[in-house]
């Protein structure tokens, strides 16, 4: 076994991420580490450094549901943000024109000096260069 020798292994895993099961991916590894290993020591992670304190409040209000997970919340110094909203798009190309629309919208908003960035969460690569594809559209890079 990899500890035999000097006990000590170390582990990184949320067992809040059983969404990536469709990948293969089993939160049971992270859950069971405590009962298949002695001594174990967990360290929570729990603080992160680019979202802010909305996009936490509901990700903690999903997650809590979850009964096979260590208890934990997750948490930001950043404070606020603006109202999330859910968009069902009926296809990829439905779903690309909302982004770009949306992102079209708020550059309108902002001073030409500022800097805007927007981040899209993609879990494949075949999403990412359908939209790579259709924002070029609009002529968004």
Known sequence: MLSAVHKNVCVVGDDDQSIYSWRGACSDNIINFEKDFDDVELVFLDQNYRSNSTIFDAANAVIKNNTDRKEKALWSENKGGGKISVYAASNDKDETDDIAKKILELKK?????????????????????????????????
Request: charged share 20%; no cysteine.
């Open 109 to 141: 908003k902002v001073s030409i000096i500022k800097i805007l960035q927007f981040y899209i969460e993609l879990t494949t690569y075949h999403v990412k260069w359908r939209i790579h594809v259709y924002l070029s559209e609009y002529h968004i890079n």
